[in-house]
């Protein structure tokens, strides 16, 4: 197994670092569905590599083709343009049954007239594994996800998380090379929810194989995942490491998706040296690292996030970003106070104030206050 | 009083269909039960005997029929699994959108009286009909040959009767599979075939059992396609007891003979559920 080292290159490079074959590949892959005599353009042409052994996620919102990447994978359904490769082969004429990697479904597709037992035995018996070993590989598994005295119940005899923990049980047992997780917590409650998420990373770095998880929970993929794919109307945004998607959103749209942020538009003004100043208003001013592509008179879209801007009564000291507003809301969040506010020209912006010193709140609806937040947290959108 | 009221109102809604089942059901059995212990004749009319005797000599005199019957209900009952399951599964899983629209053509020509269709089954049939004419024309059959008055006949007539009592709970038990566990299973190494035998097929004995029950007993003391579609030969025990009661008007005999098929059909449904109505049936067809 190979150690995953995505590096800042990867957010834009869709082949992975090292210089070993692929565990998943799609190469350009395009996916059209005719409904209703109407064409449906669910992928529009998708490339990634998902290295062995990777937690890969694929994040977006409602239908913009998940799933739909995801039985590309898997095998359901035929690509109507490009090449899916797993270790390297082209797997694109390959059924589901001839592949190597299994699926966990959302609704997870458990035999409903099968105990816990035979659900999990299930593909070791279509692979004509000798009884002895399907008995040990599956009384091994069923301790992992810890089903152990459940071997007799159906699933409709058990609660969801249950099942999910058979779905995944029957998928693991296998030893597939690579496992697909088609938003496999979805229909659990928060708390069974974060107590899977660790599960899962757990089995993941216990068994090494490969996961590819789909969900449209970005916190949820932000915690768990390698790297994550944000696709949004059938085209991948942004593949990189979870900490890159967050701090450098490589478009508005992964910006307004992953976490609250805040979006800006400014003129820029004058670029002293690795700054650029944009002016917003008479008093305000914002600061933004400059690589060098930024030069006066241009307008620029960039994002703060709520958690790097200070809010204050009165106006900073230093070479820091400087807007000023009115408060529109507060909302006491308990580990964190959130404030909305408007500035001069109407734009909302969100601040989090840490709750960390005493529980008095900085300003009050209706408040004039001052916000900055230091050049480098400003990040200019493509 | 809301109490009072919910506890009443179960029985407020099983009255009507109670009532209606005791006046047209429960009395007509009982008539039927205090007719089969009568002695008699038609001249001098039936007085109640505690004559039992009915039934013994209704054994005797009848137990070809009887044995008859139940084989041609099995074998009809068999035909019409053979026949019906691919017709559900085909409407159940590639119907598409149109799946209504093709239960409906199957419930089509049962829209035409029982026996009206029988008796077009005989006009097919028939020994110089459009169907075996031409055959034997060109000479692909022998001048002799015949369906009509054949156990094929009658055993073929029964299972067209009752195929849609067949088809529509296996449908609905196919119908019902989730198309992803299907996916679940071609997942996890199976082949189309075993999809079938592993998956499919155990989720549809539910609906394969009801269609058993609700076809093999209608089929079993049915009259009218072994007299249609019959000859002497093919006298199934529905003749017999409709021949007692309407034409020689013995009536304890036919009320016996009635009873005992009740009675072997009650205790043969029973068998049949205990050994297939569970659902261990459908844990050691999973394997
Ligand atoms: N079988 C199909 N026929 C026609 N259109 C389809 C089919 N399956 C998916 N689509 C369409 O393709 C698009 C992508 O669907 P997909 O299921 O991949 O979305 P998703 O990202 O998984 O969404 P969700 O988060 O809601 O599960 C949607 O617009 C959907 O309506
Ligand atoms: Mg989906």
């Given at each position: 197994m190979t150690e995953i080292q995505a590096g800042p290159g990867a957010a834009v490079a869709a082949a992975p670092v090292s210089g070993d074959v692929p565990a998943i590949e799609l190469d350009n892959v395009v996916k059209e569905y005719v409904s209703h005599g109407e064409v449906v353009r669910a992928v529009k042409g998708v490339s990634l590599a998902i290295a062995e052994g990777e937690f890969f996620s694929l994040l977006?919102?409602?239908?913009?083709?998940k799933t739909t990447n995801m039985r590309m994978i898997a095998g359901f359904e035929d690509p109507t343009q490009g090449v899916v490769r797993l270790h390297g082969e082209d797997v694109t004429n390959v059924p589901p049954n001839k592949r190597d990697i299994n699926m966990v479904f959302q609704s997870y597709a458990l035999f409903p007239h099968m105990n816990v037992w035979d659900n999990v035995a299930f593909g070791l018996r279509r692979k004509k594994v000798p009884d002895a070993e399907i008995k040990r590989r599956v009384g091994e598994i069923l301790e992992v996800v810890d089903?152990?005295?459940?071997?007799?119940?159906?699933?409709?005899?058990?609660s969801g998380g249950q099942q999910q923990r058979v779905a995944l049980a029957r998928a693991l047992v296998n030893r597939p090379r690579a496992l697909l997780l088609d938003e496999p917590l979805g229909a659990l409650d928060l708390k069974l929810r974060q107590a899977m998420q660790i599960e899962l990373k757990r089995i993941q770095r216990e068994v090494g194989i490969t996961f590819v998880y789909v969900t449209h929970d970005q916190s949820e993929a932000l915690t768990m995942s390698d790297r994550i794919a944000v696709m949004n109307d059938g085209l991948v945004e942004q593949l990189a490491e979870p900490r890159e998607i967050y701090e450098r959103p490589a478009s508005k749209f992964v910006a307004g998706f992953i976490g609250t942020s805040n979006l800006l538009s400014g003129t820029v003004q004058q670029v002293s040296g690795a700054t650029a100043v944009l002016a917003l208003g008479q008093s305000d001013r914002i600061l933004i690292p400059s690589d060098g592509t930024l030069s006066a008179g241009q307008t620029v879209d960039l994002t703060v996030r709520p958690e790097k801007i200070k809010i204050a009564k009165d106006r900073p000291e230093g070479d820091l970003s400087v807007v000023r507003g009115t408060v529109a809301e507060v909302v006491y969040l308990g580990t964190s106070n959130s404030y909305v506010v408007v500035l001069g020209d109407g734009a909302e912006i969100t601040v989090f104030e840490q709750n960390a010193h005493d529980s008095t709140i900085t300003a009050e609806r209706g408040d004039s206050v001052w916000l900055s937040w230091q050049p480098w947290h400003s990040y200019a959108l493509r | 009083m809301s109490r009072l009221r919910a506890a009443l109102t179960p029985y407020a809604l099983i009255f009507p269909g109670g009532l209606w089942l005791a006046i047209f059901f429960v009395v007509p059995m009982i008539v039927m039960l205090s007719l089969s212990l009568q002695s008699g004749s038609v001249e001098d009319g039936y007085a109640f005997t505690f004559n039992w005797h009915s039934y013994a000599d209704g054994l005797a005199n009848y137990h070809d029929q009887i044995i008859r019957s139940l084989l041609y209900g099995l074998a009809s009952t068999v035909l019409q699994i053979v026949i019906g399951f691919p017709v559900a599964y085909w409407i159940a899983f590639k119907g598409g959108r149109h799946k209504s629209v093709y239960l409906f053509l199957l419930l089509l020509p049962f829209l035409v009286s029982f026996v009206l269709r029988t008796i077009s089954w005989q006009f097919l049939l028939s020994d110089n009909g459009i169907l075996l004419g031409p055959l034997k024309d060109i000479g692909l059959?022998?001048?002799?040959?015949?369906?009509?008055?054949t156990p094929f006949a009658v055993i073929g007539g029964l299972a067209y009767n009752f195929l849609p009592f067949m088809v529509l709970p296996m449908y609905v038990a196919l119908e019902r599979i989730d198309p992803r566990v299907l996916e679940a299973a071609q997942d996890l190494y199976a082949s189309r075939f075993q999809t079938f035998l592993r998956v499919v097929l155990p989720l549809s004995l539910p609906g394969v059992f009801a269609g058993v029950l609700m076809t093999f007993v209608p089929a079993t003391s049915d009259y009218v396609n072994a007299s249609v579609l019959g000859g002497t030969n093919t006298t199934m025990i529905g003749n017999v007891i409709q021949n007692q009661y309407l034409v020689t008007q013995d009536y304890p005999t036919a009320s016996a003979l009635s009873f005992t098929l009740m009675a072997l059909l009650l205790v043969g449904i029973f068998a049949y559920a205990r050994a297939l109505g569970t659902d261990d049936v459908l844990e050691v067809a999973a394997r």
């Open positions: 977006g919102p409602s239908g913009c083709g089903l152990v005295g459940r071997e007799k119940r159906r699933p409709k005899e058990m | 059959l022998p001048e002799g040959f015949r369906v009509l008055a």
